[in-house]
């Protein structure tokens, strides 16, 4: 039984902007807003939009990643036929190959795509975080008749040259692509998402991969083809959230509008779009008597007897008595111990910071500073990690880095 649109995401990317956050893990298992990880979006799109089948192509460091996924039960994608299926790299007759562009990746998983003979693929990044509804973006795709669509959001002109930008005509069919131009001819930039007919998408997939010159790339080659043969090709507005996590300011920021949902547009507890994800069991969280809590996201099993400001505790976080978290993202049995200072920063998963130590803190006149702290680490007492300090090796008492 064909499916009408089955979902390709990409989650091999290595991250590198994320430095020690992802040295140990690919980015889209990276943890985000207090119990999630980037992936959970992705994911939770498709099942909310009605994708039941979802190949998620993985390469860089995907253990994390295929335990945290397992058989796509908590995102109701444990299907007979369909659900969620782990693509890495595989052994064919004629030898191993990575995947050599984001094109490559869907062009060796041709086959997999043919099981479900879809009339449409929508290709999806694993790096985002974004609340969309897939299925007005396929009727839009519909109604226009088209071949290939990509989802873009309008952005100030002063960024545009930051991003891939598609000029589109009145009727938004795109006429031009430029990739991070210095000369922008649009502010539409392009979200990374497509739309396209499946015997559109083959048809361009091995004529990529037969041109020995190509960066087997969707930016650099795919879409440009497309342009080249005057295929029917249209710009979707999406106006919801969305935001590339890619490095560590974005992820730190898109971590601090988590707390400000009502004016950035991004809320974790709206019911009639459920973001899901594979819970920690853990028992309830616990604030102290004397403790200070605000505006703070707290999950299961944190105990707090310290004062937590405007930041976001993951799951079996203990903030001890006296010390000071801030504008922080701590990631998952993270400890911090009395009299720490923690502001402005992103600590990793089960590290212990100690009595007395200080992890960053807003740097003067560099609003990007936030300094990050790797999983499994301690940072000893009164060690101080600076505001842009990139932490990858335990500290000792009293030691600093800047």
């Not at 984001?102 to 790096?127: C, W």
């Not at 969309?132 to 008749?145: M, T, V």
């Not at 819970?279 to 605000?294: D, L, Y």
Request: with cysteine; charged share 20%.
């Amino acid at each position: 039984m064909a499916k009408e649109m089955i979902a390709m995401l990409l989650a091999g990317g290595q991250g590198s902007r994320l430095y020690t956050l992802t040295e140990k893990l690919a980015k889209p298992a990276v943890p985000f807003g207090g119990k999630y990880r980037i992936i959970d979006f992705p994911l939770s799109n498709c099942v909310n939009s009605g994708i039941d089948t979802v190949g998620i192509l993985t390469q860089y460091q995907p253990l994390v990643l295929n335990e945290y996924i397992g058989n796509g039960q908590p995102w109701d994608l444990d299907r007979l036929y369909g659900g969620v299926h782990v693509l890495p790299p595989y052994q064919k007759s004629g030898g191993s190959d990575w995947y050599k562009g984001t094109a490559n990746a869907i062009y060796q998983n041709i086959s997999f795509i043919e099981r479900y003979d879809p009339k449409y693929v929508i290709i999806l990044s694993g790096d985002q975080i974004c609340k969309q509804d897939y299925s007005d973006f396929l009727e839009f795709h519909k109604a226009k008749n088209a071949e290939f669509s990509v989802a873009v959001m309008e952005v100030p002109w002063e960024e545009a040259p930051r991003f891939g930008l598609m000029v589109a005509d009145e009727n938004d069919r795109i006429t031009e692509f430029q990739e991070k131009p210095k000369n922008p001819k649009s502010n539409l930039a392009s979200m990374g998402i497509y739309i396209f007919n499946w015997d559109i998408l083959k048809k361009y997939l091995e004529e990529d991969e037969a041109d020995p010159n190509s960066e087997n790339d969707f930016g650099n080659n795919i879409i440009p083809n497309l342009l080249r043969d005057n295929r029917q090709m249209y710009a979707y507005h999406f106006s919801g959230y969305w935001k590339d996590v890619g490095t560590i300011h974005s992820l730190w920021e898109a971590n601090m509008e988590v707390l400000d949902a009502e004016s950035s547009g991004i809320n974790l507890f709206d019911e009639s779009w459920k973001i899901h994800s594979r819970n920690v069991g853990m028992t309830g969280h616990k604030i102290s008597a004397g403790a200070e809590v605000v505006n703070t996201m707290v999950s299961d099993g944190c105990r707090i007897k310290g004062n937590v400001k405007h930041s976001i505790l993951f799951a079996g976080v203990k903030v001890e008595a006296d010390a000071v978290v801030e504008d922080a993202v701590i990631m998952g049995g993270t400890t911090i111990k009395s009299g720490a200072v923690v502001k402005h920063c992103i600590v990793a998963e089960n590290v212990t910071i100690c009595e007395n130590a200080v992890v960053g803190a807003m740097p003067s006149g560099d609003e990007d500073g936030v300094a990050t702290v790797g999983s499994g680490l301690i940072i000893g007492e009164n060690a101080v990690v600076g505001p842009n300090a990139i932490v990858k090796n335990d500290m000792k008492g009293g030691e600093e880095q800047w």
